[in-house]
């Protein structure tokens, strides 16, 4: 399985505090190697899902073969940024 991670996620994780950054990257080798990770599909969104870790989530997408980091951020405002982004 393939994992790709948006320059948009990338901006946003350098933006958190360090203890957070390497806790949301261990979460997400995770999400290559095991196929649950206790991610939760977003209702209004198709293949989207997301994952909590503490106040931040990890929006993805999950394809067959490839899962796509599309944005890292606190709960308050991940899900604005989404609508925005997707529309």
Same mark, same amino acid.
């Given at each position: 399985? =393939?994992? @790709?991670? @948006?320059?948009?996620?990338?901006?946003?994780?350098?933006?958190?505090?360090?203890?957070?950054? &390497? &806790?949301?990257?261990?979460? &997400? =080798? %995770?999400?290559? +190697?095991?196929? +649950?990770?206790? !991610? !939760?599909?977003?209702?209004? #969104? %198709?293949?989207? #899902?997301? &994952? =909590?870790?503490?106040? #931040? =989530?990890?929006?993805?997408?999950?394809?067959?073969?490839?899962? !796509?980091? +599309?944005?890292?951020?606190?709960?308050? !405002?991940?899900?604005?940024?989404?609508?925005?982004?997707?529309?």
């Amino acid at each position: 399985m =393939r994992l @790709t991670i @948006t320059s948009h996620a990338k901006k946003q994780i350098k933006k958190l505090p360090k203890a957070s950054q &390497i &806790i949301i990257a261990r979460k &997400i =080798r %995770k999400l290559v +190697v095991d196929s +649950v990770v206790g !991610e !939760e599909k977003l209702s209004g #969104y %198709k293949n989207f #899902y997301r &994952i =909590r870790v503490g106040v #931040y =989530r990890i929006v993805f997408i999950k394809l067959p073969n490839e899962v !796509e980091v +599309v944005l890292i951020g606190h709960r308050r !405002e991940i899900y604005l940024l989404l609508k925005k982004l997707v529309g």
